[in-house]
């Protein structure tokens, strides 16, 4: 799984990188990862992120917007869609072997 805003064009033998806001072919078919609507594990500045697609242009946005980080966190915890500190680590090692 991966955050990172990304564009690929697939084709028979998987996906080609492109730039970020690369025209689009009408033919082709894509992959857009937007990134992360929330920015949580996220190290430096917090943004949320999101693509809008123009069917009319066939164009893709990619957006960034600044959010109150900590209030989201807080009422994420409070609402238990948070796992405790040693359960994510133990996730994350498991992920890395």
């Not at 609402?79 to 040693?86: C, H, W």
């Amino acid at each position: 799984m991966t955050t990172s805003r990304a564009t690929q064009r697939i084709n028979g033998s998987g996906g080609v990188g492109l730039p970020l806001g690369a025209p689009l072919e009408r033919n082709a078919l894509y992959f857009i990862n937007a990134g992360s609507v929330d920015a949580q594990r996220k190290r430096g500045e917090r943004l949320a992120e999101c693509a809008i697609f123009d069917s009319a242009a066939w164009s893709i946005r990619l957006l960034r917007l600044a959010y109150d980080d900590a209030r989201t966190e807080g009422r994420a915890v409070l609402r238990g869609y948070r796992i405790p500190p040693l359960v994510d680590l133990l996730y994350t090692a498991r992920a890395r072997w």
